[in-house]
């Protein structure tokens, strides 16, 4: 059995007019596979909804997963390419399924955190700002929601019962700037995936 980097590229027209004839059938065929993918989404979220699960729709470990081994096999897309477009799908997938919403709580700067959260989980889930850490928390354990809060203002007390960090935020030099928070399935939890590593 070959392995990805076995198969022969195809070879490429002489021409202009040629390599953007196949680009066109490119793009067509990635519109395609992209809508068979959302048909696939669609699905999902009807025997998801058969399990009743009170659970998000995210599941943060396959995503990590899915994301790994795609810029794993990537030859000639950078893993920065590979990482934006998977999420993007992935959360215009989540979208398909079910209506997510990010709720911030944070202090500081607020475009650069707004920015880091949009390259974690993509531009489809509506985004709502409040002030308050606890009604951030209050939409993660009732709603179809993620509460994203700058660690200061998390009060351990309040991450008791059925929700758990499942994802840091961090700015270009690794320092968290916010804990992604929601109903994951345990596996899903942040530390389980670290010591998984």
Do not use: Y
Not at 58 to 86: D, F, M
Not at 116 to 127: L, Y
Not at 147 to 157: E, F, K, N, Q, S
């Amino acid at each position: 059995m070959n392995s990805h980097n076995d198969t022969q590229p195809v070879p490429l027209p002489d021409t202009l007019e040629g390599i953007r004839s196949e680009i066109d059938r490119l793009d067509d065929a990635l519109l395609e596979l992209l809508e068979r993918r959302i048909a696939a989404s669609i699905k999902v979220a009807a025997l998801k909804q058969a399990e009743h699960s009170d659970r998000l729709r995210i599941r943060p470990a396959r995503e990590a997963a899915i994301i790994e081994r795609l810029t794993g096999r990537a030859r000639h897309a950078s893993p920065a390419l590979v990482t934006q477009i998977w999420r993007a799908v992935m959360a215009h997938s989540v979208q398909t399924q079910v209506r997510m919403e990010l709720v911030l709580c944070a202090d500081g700067d607020k475009a650069n955190l707004l920015r880091k959260v949009r390259t974690r989980f993509g531009e489809a889930a509506p985004v709502r700002w409040v002030d308050d850490p606890a009604e951030a928390l209050e939409a993660a354990r009732h709603c179809e929601a993620v509460a994203i809060i700058a660690p200061a203002l998390i009060d351990p007390a309040l991450l008791q019962g059925s929700v758990s960090v499942f994802d840091a935020i961090r700015d270009g030099a690794g320092e968290v700037l916010a804990l992604a928070i929601g109903r994951v399935a345990p596996e899903d939890r942040l530390l389980e995936r670290e010591a998984a590593r």
